[in-house]
């Protein structure tokens, strides 16, 4: 029996998860390592630090990322994946591998349709 919940599908939830433009990429870069925020914001050049902030709070809200504060001055903080976080690490590499192939066929038929508009 479902849950009183909002979603009609399983694809919602995780689209309400992982979605958008920032918090994939942000779980993408935490799969190869531990980073702080600076060192996200740089792999991310486009994102401004309001949006980097929430993005990385609503992660940690559910459950996919961890803070770690560290007692120095300055105070450093480091992002990792919880092991929650690590289970979307397989979707995350499936999409990279579509987005990967889709490129390369969407090449092939740029090209296609460059050479029959020439002919």
Known sequence: MEDDCTYRCH????LD???????SLVLWHLSYK???????????FKVTQKMLTQQLRELER??????????????????????????????LQMMYQWG?????DNKEADKENRFEQKA
Request: charged share 30%.
């Open 100 to 104: 990967k192939d889709y490129r390369r």
């Open 62 to 91: 559910d459950g996919l990322i961890d803070r770690k504060v560290y007692a120095e001055v300055p105070p450093r903080v480091e992002y990792s994946l919880t092991e929650l976080g690590q289970s979307v690490v397989p979707i």
């Open 34 to 44: 531990t980073l702080r925020f600076s060192q996200l914001q740089r792999r991310l």
């Open 17 to 23: 998860i992982i979605g958008g433009k920032w918090k």
């Open 11 to 14: 694809v919602s939830t995780t």
